[in-house]
């Protein structure tokens, strides 16, 4: 499975961005989506996490302000980030779950000034 994950770019506190993911292969269904970033000196943290089923589970610092959804006809999970903060500027990687394998998108940058 190869990922591509787009949208990231400069913004605004307060603006809004949303990411994408393409996944290559059409068994993408039956993964767990997720979104995670890593900040500067920081380790990788999770963001958000949705299921075949469309079940979601979100970090607390983006509770409320981000949205994570998925297309399995076009293979591809969203993440939707509104009232963006500095504190969310880091590189946020895509990923697809199906125990014991895992598969990690490339990143894009996603940077929030103050």
């Known amino acids: 499975v190869q990922l591509q994950a787009s949208g990231g770019g400069l913004v605004q506190a307060g603006g809004s961005l949303r990411l994408s993911c393409a996944a290559s292969r059409s068994i993408f269904s039956m993964y767990v989506m997720g979104w995670y970033r890593q900040a500067p000196g920081k380790q990788r943290e999770l963001v958000a996490t949705i299921t075949s089923l469309g079940t979601t589970k979100y970090a607390d610092s983006v509770k409320g302000r981000f949205t994570i959804s998925r297309d399995n006809g076009k293979n591809t999970v969203y993440l939707q980030m509104s009232n963006l903060k500095p504190e969310d500027t880091a590189v946020y990687y895509c990923?697809?779950?199906?125990?014991?394998?895992?598969?990690w998108g490339q990143g894009t940058q996603v940077t929030v000034s103050s």
């Open positions: 990923n697809a779950e199906r125990l014991p394998t895992d598969y």
